[in-house]
């Protein structure tokens, strides 16, 4: 076999206040870390769910504390926080049976640890092999996976969608920007499949094979016009894909107070000339606060909630086809919970 790496990748979700008994562990399929590790995938979870289990003592694999156990010093805590039992396919991703310590228990309950995170060997072309446990930690790196599995395996559709986006569920308005863009970007490539005549799961391929494609047979030219309009749309989808991660870079270094109000010009125009640039400049940058100690946040003040619905909360709930006073329900819980 050829040499393998082991990866450590944290979920970007909350744990519920009570350890569930069943987790989401992993993705099937490929994915990306949000600290820019190049691409892992799980093309055969069958086999390595198998290989995992035979390989791990006891037929159990563990959960510990920040990865202590995993640490090459050799002096680290090694305590378990739980132990995963089982591991099964569930649509797009690994779920793990877990038996929680008591020191576990309390961590989560407690909020003294708040994520989970997998621990994983690959060979050098991103392909996982082999689960060799998880454990406990605050520093996630998988926004991409939706939330846990509570006792009952349900989850509220709002978080199910904004973890689908890589979003807080209680940020509406980002919610309700993001399916916007995303519906008129899918109305582009609609409308430019079409102007293309192409259309399946490799339209986009077929489109970019005849853009770059240095000779072609006569007939398979289009009409100048057609070609035109081609072109006109396929940039004006680029600039919307742009733009959308843009301000979504820009709404993360907001929230999390190093974007203020004085910085606003400059961060919006270096965004949106070198997107890359950006996003390594807010990674470093510090937290700033105001005279009374306060993280200061750029560009509006906090939402208040109110008894009644915004315009932007009907909207999120006429999108998800969620009755209004069901959409309120959830946000008032919400609200009392933080």
């Given at each position: 076999m050829e040499k393998t790496v082991r990866n450590i990748c944290a979920v970007a979700t909350a744990l519920p206040a009570e350890p569930p008994a069943?987790?989401?562990?992993?993705?099937?399929?490929?994915?990306?870390?949000a600290d820019r590790r190049p691409q892992f995938r799980i093309d055969d979870a069958a086999a390595v769910i198998a290989a995992s289990l035979e390989q791990a003592p006891g037929g159990v694999l563990p959960i510990d504390f920040d990865h202590r156990s995993f640490a090459s010093s050799g002096t680290a805590d090694s305590r378990a926080a739980g132990w995963i039992t089982g591991l099964e396919v569930e649509g797009d991703r690994?779920?793990?049976?877990?038996?929680?310590?008591?020191?576990g228990q309390k961590a989560v309950s407690g909020r003294v640890y708040r994520f989970i995170s997998p621990v994983f060997k690959n060979l050098p072309d991103g392909q996982v092999v082999l689960i060799e446990g998880a454990g406990l930690v605050n520093t996630p790196a998988l926004p991409q996976l939706r939330q846990l599995a509570?006792?009952?395996?349900?989850?509220?559709p709002i978080e199910e969608i904004a973890g689908l986006l890589g979003l807080a569920a209680d940020k509406p308005a980002d919610i309700v920007t993001r399916v916007t863009s995303l519906v008129a970007a899918e109305t582009q490539l609609a409308?430019?499949?079409?102007?293309?005549k192409v259309d399946g799961p490799e339209a986009v391929t077929q489109i970019c094979a005849r853009l770059t494609k240095p000779v072609a047979d006569p007939?398979?030219?289009?009409?100048?016009?057609?070609?035109?309009?081609?072109?006109?749309?396929?940039?004006?989808?680029?600039?919307?894909?742009?733009n959308g991660a843009v301000e979504a870079a820009l709404d993360r270094a907001r929230e999390a107070g190093k974007l203020t109000?004085?910085?606003?010009?400059?961060?919006?125009?270096?965004?949106?000339?070198d997107l890359s640039e950006f996003e390594a400049w807010a990674a470093v940058a510090p937290v700033r606060v105001n005279v009374s100690g306060q993280r200061q946040l750029a560009g509006r003040p906090a939402p208040v909630k109110t008894d009644a619905l915004d315009e932007t909360e009907r909207q999120v709930a006429s999108l998800m086809g969620i009755a209004e006073a069901d959409f309120l329900a959830t946000r008032n819980a919400a609200v009392k919970e933080h």
């Open positions: 069943r987790i989401e562990l992993i993705p099937v399929g490929a994915f990306k870390t690994v779920m793990a049976s877990v038996e929680w310590t008591e020191d509570s006792k009952e395996n349900s989850m509220d409308s430019i499949t079409k102007a293309a007939g398979e030219f289009v009409p100048k016009a057609s070609f035109d309009e081609l072109q006109t749309q396929f940039a004006a989808l680029q600039t919307t894909v742009k109000p004085d910085l606003e010009p400059w961060a919006t125009q270096l965004a949106a000339k």
